[in-house]
């Protein structure tokens, strides 16, 4: 389970619109409201989604979440920290899923938007393997469909891996050949079947993510 196109279903470069509420001061939301289907990536074993992760990015509008957020079990208040993009860097376990509530530090009637993206677990970089990076798309096609069950068959396929943030990309083949990364609404994306050799992707600016999709 971004800047790349959105549809609906746990997806990097078509990713969902979380059912994110209007929040009030005080109101506590049930953070499966939030986070959509993070319950189903949860429920895969653990080795069938070593090789990619769901991430979830909340904003106002077009900006990212700068407010405060915190996750409520009984008189336990936990903050879940934001990165700069307002990409939410500790997710709540299975068990909290079903236990806890967010709370958001915003002002009553702000409405909150979420996106949900699935990206590779390899952090980005200038040179990536691109074997793993293709390991890493196949393993996450065979967790969307098991997570997605009766709804698979009416899901986009995971073909591709996006770069933003990369300026361009290039592929390395196994013989040393190169050849220029495609490019996809300006971002430097990798199919693997379109490069069956491909041993190593290069960027002049290490990506600031990796959507698939």
Same mark, same amino acid.
């Given at each position: 389970?971004?800047?790349?196109?959105?549809?609906?279903?746990?997806?990097?470069?078509?990713?969902?619109?979380?059912?994110?509420?209007?929040?009030?001061?005080?109101?506590?939301?049930?953070?499966?409201?939030?986070?959509?289907?993070?319950?189903?990536?949860?429920?895969?074993?653990?080795?069938?989604?070593?090789?990619?992760?769901?991430?979830?990015?909340?904003?106002?509008?077009?900006?990212?979440?700068?407010?405060?957020?915190?996750?409520?079990?009984?008189?336990?208040?936990?903050?879940?920290?934001?990165?700069?993009?307002?990409?939410?860097?500790?997710?709540?376990?299975?068990?909290?899923?079903?236990?806890? $509530? %967010?709370?958001?530090?915003?002002?009553? +009637?702000?409405?909150? @938007?979420?996106? *949900?993206?699935?990206?590779?677990?390899? #952090? /980005?970089?200038?040179?990536?393997?691109?074997?793993?990076?293709?390991?890493?798309?196949?393993?996450?096609?065979?967790?969307?469909?098991?997570?997605?069950?009766?709804?698979?068959?009416?899901?986009? $396929? %995971?073909?591709?891996?996006?770069?933003? +943030?990369?300026?361009? @990309?290039?592929? *390395?083949?196994?013989?040393?050949?190169? #050849? /220029?990364?495609?490019?996809?609404?300006?971002?430097?994306?990798?199919?693997?079947?379109?490069?069956?050799?491909?041993?190593?992707?290069?960027?002049?600016?290490?990506?600031?993510?990796?959507?698939?999709?």
């Amino acid at each position: 389970m971004g800047h790349a196109s959105r549809r609906t279903i746990l997806a990097g470069a078509f990713a969902l619109a979380c059912a994110a509420p209007a929040a009030a001061a005080d109101k506590l939301v049930d953070p499966k409201k939030v986070f959509s289907y993070l319950d189903a990536y949860l429920k895969l074993p653990a080795a069938e989604r070593s090789r990619f992760k769901i991430n979830y990015y909340l904003h106002v509008g077009p900006q990212p979440l700068t407010a405060p957020v915190w996750l409520v079990e009984g008189a336990k208040r936990t903050p879940i920290p934001l990165r700069a993009d307002g990409r939410v860097d500790r997710l709540p376990t299975l068990a909290q899923l079903d236990a806890a $509530k %967010l709370q958001f530090g915003v002002e009553e +009637g702000t409405k909150l @938007g979420c996106t *949900v993206g699935i990206e590779t677990s390899a #952090a /980005p970089a200038m040179e990536m393997d691109a074997r793993e990076v293709a390991s890493a798309l196949i393993q996450a096609a065979a967790g969307v469909r098991k997570a997605a069950g009766i709804m698979a068959m009416a899901m986009p $396929k %995971l073909t591709q891996v996006s770069f933003p +943030g990369a300026p361009s @990309g290039e592929v *390395v083949m196994a013989d040393g050949k190169r #050849a /220029p990364m495609p490019l996809l609404k300006g971002v430097p994306s990798f199919k693997p079947l379109d490069f069956p050799t491909a041993r190593t992707l290069r960027f002049p600016k290490a990506p600031v993510k990796t959507d698939m999709g």
